[in-house]
């Protein structure tokens, strides 16, 4: 017991030794670093001048894109022009679009009871495209030719009493399933076939 004693204490005074003799060499540099005058200046070379560009004009030295087969993109002003601000539905199809549909329409024999623009006729291919519920209501989103709309359960489908009319007088919204995704109309309180998300 003793002997490991003796040795355990001769490398306890060894480590202290070498721990000072650190310390004592860290001061040395320290103190010869901040003692030592002021570095002669540094100049560092000015940059070499750049090599006179040839006189050409700037449409010159932009080389013409290689013609890789992709359709450009509209301008500003086209973008502007094919969607003018201000619409009241930013989903609803351009207005380009609602005329075409609008002829076809009228080419089809179409409704010639439809009371506005926002009223879709669902006997035209009807897509149902999303159920969800609202708070307690159950709402339907649908997309027909004339534009897309959001369908509630009631006489005319409206979501609310001052909202637009969406569906023609003699159509109505009799339920949304949203657990099988589905939307039932009837026309004149006759049922029809339900229209599910595909």
């Known amino acids: 017991m003793t002997v490991s004693e003796i040795w355990w204490r001769q490398v306890a005074d060894c480590a202290r030794q070498h721990v000072l003799k650190a310390v004592v060499l860290c001061g040395l540099f320290s103190l010869a670093g901040c003692g030592a005058g002021e570095s002669p200046s540094v100049s560092t070379p000015a940059p070499p001048p750049s090599p006179a560009a040839p006189d050409q004009p700037p449409a010159s030295r932009a080389a013409a894109p290689a013609d890789l087969g992709f359709i450009p993109l509209p301008s500003v002003e ?32 179409a409704d010639e009871g439809a009371e506005a623009d926002r009223v879709i006729n669902p006997a035209s291919d009807l897509t149902l495209t999303g159920v969800m519920r609202v708070g307690s209501q159950r709402r339907a989103f649908v997309q027909s030719p004339a534009g897309s709309a959001v369908l509630c359960i009631g006489n005319d489908g409206r979501c609310s009493s001052d909202a637009e009319q969406v569906l023609p007088a003699t159509w109505s919204v009799l339920s949304i399933d949203l657990q099988r995704g589905c939307l039932q109309l009837a026309q004149a309180g006759k049922p029809q076939t339900a229209l599910c998300l595909s």
Do not use: I, K, S
């Open 78 to 109: 086209q973008v502007q022009q094919a969607a003018p601000g201000g619409r009241a539905d930013p989903f609803q199809p351009l207005p380009a679009q609602l005329a075409a549909a609008a002829e076809e329409g009228a080419e089809e024999g």
